[in-house]
């Protein structure tokens, strides 16, 4: 089970926003990614809590920050509710759906998560509809990106050949695009993500067809 830290850099002026410690693993019928962020002192800033089906679709996903929660699923398209968790009664809890793909939001883990959905040969490209839940208040916004797998590359480890995925992401609303490194369940690099530490070797991704 890779257990690890990312360390999290305003892409424009790489100031550091913070660090989310992580661990990853497949089981039996799908992928589980449990994360929580923290702030430059160390103060916690949120939570994710993220499993996908065999088919890398949003089983269960749970998101805290600011005071507010967010749980949701692919439910035709995916399907959330957002409410603050202090509320018993419910009364401030709001339901969303869009016949998007997945979700995504400020942790690592959604990149991950949508490189997989797409399941992309080396040189294929593919559009994709994604519901993003960010900073503090975990507000939706849906968005369209573009993804295309540009290269596969070996590199050499203590622990054998590592296979390297390197995807150019899109933003299809405003033309901003930057590349990601994916192996198997971690993602070694994206702007404004470094991965600081890593406790065990990624896993390869599981194939449940």
Same mark, same amino acid.
């Given at each position: %089970? @890779? ?13 550091l ?9 497949p ?11 923290y702030?430059?002192? +160390?103060?916690?800033?949120? &939570?994710?809590?993220?499993t996908l089906?065999?088919?890398?679709r949003?089983?269960? %996903?749970e ?6 929660q ?5 439910? #035709? !398209?995916?399907?959330w509710?957002r409410s603050?968790?202090? /509320?018993?009664? +419910?009364?401030?809890a709001t ?6 793909? !997945? $979700?995504?939001? /400020?942790s ?5 998560? &949508? ?7 080396? =040189? ?9 839940? =960010? +900073?503090?208040?975990?507000?939706p916004?849906t $968005? /369209? *990106?573009g993804? &295309?797998?540009q290269g596969?590359? *070996?590199? @050499?480890? /203590?622990? +054998?050949p590592?296979l390297?995925?390197?995807? *150019?992401?899109?933003d ?11 192996a198997g ?7 404004g993500?470094?991965?600081e530490?890593?406790?065990? @070797?990624p ?5 449940w #067809?």
């Amino acid at each position: %089970m @890779p257990t690890g830290r990312y360390s999290l850099h305003d892409t424009h002026d790489h100031v550091l926003l913070g660090e989310e410690r992580f661990s990853c693993a497949p089981g039996p019928a799908g992928w589980r990614y449990v994360g929580k962020s923290y702030d430059p002192a +160390g103060v916690p800033l949120g &939570t994710i809590d993220l499993t996908l089906d065999s088919r890398a679709r949003p089983l269960r %996903m749970e998101l805290r920050a600011g005071g507010w929660q967010v749980r949701g699923g692919a439910v #035709d !398209g995916v399907a959330w509710v957002r409410s603050d968790p202090a /509320d018993p009664t +419910g009364a401030s809890a709001t339901e969303g759906h869009d016949r998007a793909h !997945g $979700f995504a939001g /400020d942790s690592p883990a959604f990149l991950i998560a &949508t490189a997989r959905l797409l399941r992309l040969a080396e =040189g294929a490209s593919a559009r994709v509809r994604l519901v993003a839940f =960010g +900073g503090a208040a975990l507000a939706p916004r849906t $968005f /369209d *990106q573009g993804w &295309t797998l540009q290269g596969l590359e *070996q590199h @050499p480890t /203590d622990s +054998g050949p590592l296979l390297v995925e390197r995807y *150019q992401v899109a933003d299809l609303e405003t033309g901003e695009q930057r590349e990601l490194h994916l192996a198997g369940d971690v993602l070694l690099a994206a702007p404004g993500v470094e991965l600081e530490e890593l406790e065990s @070797p990624p896993n390869a991704w599981p194939s449940w #067809d």
